[in-house]
Nanobody, 120 residues
């Protein structure tokens, strides 16, 4: 019953910035790991960033120093601030959630995605 809805995608030139949002609903009082994934045309889906239930964050090497994941508990919303965007960042970005702490067992809930296109 957890529902995730991404927004904030769009087209921007290299070096620009975008902030993606993920509105979550249907949550219980249990803790969740939240993350962002992306899938470029013809490529496999990859993890971009995650924030654990204790607030700790992790990032893919390709986005370290450029992307920041955060959440606003009052708004029940997850964010991904993307700066210094590159053409290789072009992809469909997905919000996902996992019960309890982040682990390799896979995400339990997924949004439908928001498209990010970076031109050079």
């Amino acid at each position: 019953q957890v529902q995730l809805l991404e927004s904030g995608g769009g087209s921007v030139q290299s070096g620009g910035s975008l902030r993606l949002s993920c509105a979550a609903s249907g949550y219980t009082y249990s803790r969740y790991c939240m993350g962002w994934f992306r899938q470029a045309p013809g490529k496999e889906r990859e993890g971009v960033a995650a924030i654990d239930s204790d607030g700790s964050t992790s990032y893919a090497d390709s986005v370290k120093g450029r992307f920041t994941i955060s959440q606003d508990n009052a708004k029940n919303t997850l964010y991904l601030q993307m700066n210094s965007l590159k053409p290789e960042d072009t992809a469909m970005y997905y919000c996902a959630a996992q019960h309890d702490y982040c682990s390799g067992r896979g995400m339990d809930y997924w949004g439908k995605g928001t498209l990010v296109t970076i031109s050079s």
